[in-house]
T-cell receptor, first 116, second 111 residues
Framework: EADIYQTPRYLVIGTGKKITLECSQT?????MYWYQQDPGMELHLIHY???????EKGDLSSESTVSRIRTEHFPLTLESARPSHTSQYLC???????????????FGAGSRLTVL | QKEVEQDPGPLSVPEGAIVSLNCTYS??????FMWYRQYSRKGPELLMY????GNKEDGRFTAQVDKSSKYISLFIRDSQPSDSATYLC???????????FGRGTSLIVHP
């Protein structure tokens, strides 16, 4: 059973709309991540957080923003959606033990966004 | 140059076959290597996690890392139709431990 939840699972929206993709985890993990995945392509890290009030941009430039006000919640927002934002967005979390190197990510099922 | 390269496939094999999935990577700083499995319309889930070079076995799955050639392999013995999925390899460096993924290889095991 998934301990990390993403909503909505599917969203079709018009250009210029503001959208927020929700991600919540019940495992008490400190680290959370957003990856973008296009069909047949690599997962690209777009944002990550090491804890409350900590957010960093990932390797792939993104026009989205994130916030981390609560440990369990890591929403992603697009202020003005464009067709180029059409993609699957995957949220993940990890304990990030560091010393053992076992930074195992638990992924949500993803939010598939289509911008018309 | 992409940090992690994978052939996207698809790779189609009969049930019971031994499957070999492979990746190459370019980042010499990678010390941790992972294989994730992703079923259709699901998020990836961790299959194997290894540190540095060597082999690791877990049931029907064996992960192999050769840091000298920057080569990562996953072997699946006695493959089953339920193994049909996309297999993503990833590497991570110490410090951040955040995985960098390949594009995944689609595996189809037919009865």
């Amino acid at each position: 059973e998934a301990d990390i939840y993403q909503t909505p699972r599917y969203l079709v929206i018009g250009t210029g709309k503001k959208i927020t993709l929700e991600c919540s985890q019940t495992m008490g993990h400190d680290k959370m991540y957003w990856y973008q995945q296009d069909p047949g392509m690599e997962l690209h890290l777009i944002h990550y957080s090491y804890g409350v009030n900590s957010t960093e941009k990932g390797d792939l430039s993104s026009e989205s923003t994130v916030s981390r006000i609560r440990t369990e919640h890591f929403p992603l927002t697009l202020e003005s959606a464009r067709p180029s934002h059409t993609s699957q967005y995957l949220c993940a979390s990890s304990v990030g033990t560091g010393y053992s190197g076992a930074n195992v990510l638990t992924f949500g099922a993803g939010s598939r966004l289509t911008v018309l | 140059q992409k940090e992690v390269e994978q052939d996207p496939g698809p790779l189609s094999v009969p049930e019971g076959a031994i499957v070999s999935l492979n990746c190459t990577y370019s980042n010499s700083a990678f010390q941790y290597f992972m294989w994730y499995r992703q079923y259709s319309r699901k998020g990836p889930e961790l299959l194997m996690y290894t540190y540095s070079s060597g082999n690791k076995e877990d049931g029907r799955f064996t992960a192999q890392v050769d840091k000298s050639s920057k080569y990562i392999s996953l072997f699946i013995r006695d493959s089953q139709p339920s193994d049909s999925a996309t297999y993503l390899c990833a590497g991570a460096r110490g410090g951040s431990y955040i995985p960098t993924f390949g594009r995944g290889t689609s595996l189809i095991v037919h009865p």
